[in-house]
T-cell receptor
Framework: AQKVTQAQTEISVVEKEDVTLDCVYE???????LFWYKQPPSGELVFLIR??????QNEISGRYSWNFQKSTSSFNFTITASQVVDSAVYFC???????????FGTGTRLLVSP | DGGITQSPKYLFRKEGQNVTLSCEQN?????MYWYRQDPGQGLRLIYY???????QKGDIAEGYSVSREKKESFPLTVTSAQKNPTAFYLC???????????FGPGTRLTVT
C-alpha cells in the first residue's frame, strides 16, 4: 500500500529564514509520481511540482527547491528566504503511474511571521 | 478563464437531508475527483471518474454518490447515510496519465 508521511505538523519561522518541509513515502512500485501542493487560508490547493521516480535531479524554482532521494524515499521541499505569503499548509502526495489516485500526507502548516 | 468551479462556497443543511455539491471544469480534462478534508488532516478520496458515464469508489465512498453525465461536470451528493458529513469538500480534475490534479476552491459543508 502507498503511504505518505509528513512528520512535521506545524513549523514557525521568522521572515527571511530558510525552512525545509519533510516528506517520506512508501510504495512497492518502481514507477510513480510525487507532488507538492500548497493550501493557503482560502482553501484551494495550488499545484507546485510533479516529479517522476526516474528523475532524481533536484529542482529549483525561484525561492523553492525540491530534493528527491529514492535511497531514503524522501521528497523534501525547501523555501529559501521565507516570506509571510508563504504561510500555508503544504501537502506532499504520491501516485502510481497509470493509476490516477493521489495519496496525500497529512500536511505541514507553515507559519511565517514578520 | 479555464478552471474548476465549485458552488456554493458555504453550505448549511439539517441532519437527514441529502445535499448536492456542484463541480464544473472547462479544462477539457478527462478525469475528475472528489476529496474530503477534515481539520488537521490530509485529503481523502471519495470518488473519481476517468471518463464520462464511469466512476469508481475511493477510500471513503460510503454515504456519498456521484454522477458523470457530462465531461465538464461531476456533482457529489452527500446522503443522509453519511454519518459525519460536516467537512471541507474539494473537487479536482486532471488530464490523466499521472498528470497533476487541479483543484477547485472547495465547498465547506456544515450539517447540524
Amino acid at each position: 500500500a502507498q503511504k505518505v508521511t509528513q512528520a512535521q505538523t506545524e513549523i514557525s519561522v521568522v521572515e527571511k529564514e530558510d525552512v525545509t518541509l519533510d516528506c517520506v513515502y512508501e510504495t512497492r512500485d518502481t514507477t510513480y509520481y510525487l507532488f507538492w501542493y500548497k493550501q493557503p487560508p482560502s482553501g484551494e490547493l495550488v499545484f507546485l511540482i510533479r516529479r517522476n521516480s526516474f528523475d532524481e535531479q533536484n529542482e529549483i524554482s525561484g525561492r523553492y527547491s525540491w530534493n528527491f532521494q529514492k535511497s531514503t524515499s524522501s521528497f523534501n521541499f525547501t523555501i529559501t528566504a521565507s516570506q509571510v505569503v508563504d504561510s500555508a499548509v503544504y501537502f506532499c502526495a504520491l501516485s502510481e503511474v497509470g493509476f490516477q489516485k493521489l495519496v496525500f500526507g497529512t500536511g505541514t502548516r507553515l507559519l511565517v511571521s514578520p | 478563464d479555464g478552471g474548476i468551479t465549485q458552488s456554493p462556497k458555504y453550505l448549511f443543511r439539517k441532519e437527514g437531508q441529502n445535499v448536492t455539491l456542484s463541480c464544473e471544469q472547462n479544462l477539457n480534462h478527462d478525469a475528475m475527483y472528489w476529496y474530503r478534508q477534515d481539520p488537521g488532516q490530509g485529503l481523502r478520496l471519495i470518488y473519481y471518474s476517468q471518463i464520462v458515464n464511469d466512476f469508481q469508489k475511493g477510500d471513503i465512498a460510503e454515504g456519498y454518490s456521484v454522477s458523470r453525465e457530462k465531461k465538464e461536470s461531476f456533482p457529489l451528493t452527500v446522503t443522509s447515510a453519511q454519518k459525519n458529513p460536516t467537512a471541507f469538500y474539494l473537487c479536482a480534475s486532471s488530464p490523466g496519465g499521472g498528470s497533476e490534479q487541479y483543484f477547485g476552491p472547495g465547498t465547506r459543508l456544515t450539517v447540524t
